[in-house]
């Protein structure tokens, strides 16, 4: 079975520092699909990014990119230029053939003004 | 494009009793998937349905129940209801089960048992 290890539970960062929310995960598959969800006071969860397995390219939007470790089954995610409405709590995730979804325990982040 | 609804937004049921919640999918999207988010288990996948289908469950004892209509809509029901089933129950969509990458959340149902 896919696990998905979030060790952090919580972090806080300095508004316009960088901070880096860390994932590890466990498969066996080759074929998948990692995620950092955004999950904010008002409880929505939101897609921030997404990574395909088989690209060796980190996935990046705007403020947000990943480090992504194959072979370390590594799956990090970097904030840049923090904002206080980055405060929320994320969640990384992983799909495979099956098509749900398993979450890690998800991370509490707090930004400083 | 409206986004995946569901209804109600909040609800509180007392032990025995039974709960429906609903889940409306975006416009086109046919695949619907449930989660059940507490504090001390975090996010557990229920079930997943497909046209009208259900191909996924989840490790989750048989008073949760699921069932989709040929709109997509999706309803979770719950019988017996225990105090641990408090929780914010929410849903994804996504147009198919192969496009599972693409899973958009509602607002959640927060259910409260007394």
């Known amino acids: 079975a896919q696990t998905v290890t979030q060790s952090q539970p919580e972090m806080s960062v300095q508004e316009a520092e960088t901070v880096t929310l860390s994932c590890t995960y466990d498969t066996s598959e080759s074929d998948y699909y990692l995620f950092w969800y955004k999950q904010p006071p008002s409880r929505q969860m939101i897609l921030v990014i997404r990574q395909e397995a088989y690209k060796q390219q980190n996935a990046t939007e705007n403020r947000f990119s990943v480090n992504f470790q194959k072979a370390a089954k590594s799956f990090s995610l970097k904030i840049s230029d923090s904002q206080l409405g980055d405060a929320a709590m994320y969640f990384c995730?992983?799909?495979?053939?099956?098509?749900?979804?398993?979450f890690g325990k998800g991370i509490t982040l707090s930004v400083r003004p | 494009k409206a986004g995946v609804t569901q209804t109600p937004r909040y609800l509180i049921k007392t032990r025995g009793q039974q709960v429906t919640l609903s889940c409306s999918p975006i416009s086109g999207h046919r695949s619907v998937s449930w989660y059940q988010q507490t504090p001390g288990q975090g996010l557990q996948f229920l079930f997943e349905?497909?046209?009208?289908?259900?191909?996924n469950k989840g490790n989750f004892p048989g008073r949760f129940s699921g069932r989709q209509f040929s709109n997509s809509r999706s309803e979770m029901n719950v019988s017996t209801l225990e105090l641990g089933d408090s929780a914010l129950y929410l849903c994804?969509?996504?147009?198919?089960?192969?496009?599972?990458?693409?899973?958009?959340f509602g607002p959640g149902t927060r259910l409260t048992v007394t």
């Open positions: 994804a969509s996504s147009s198919s089960p192969h496009n599972a990458y693409e899973q958009y």
């Open positions: 995730a992983y799909t495979g053939a099956n098509s749900k979804l398993t």
């Open positions: 349905y497909f046209s009208e289908t259900q191909r």
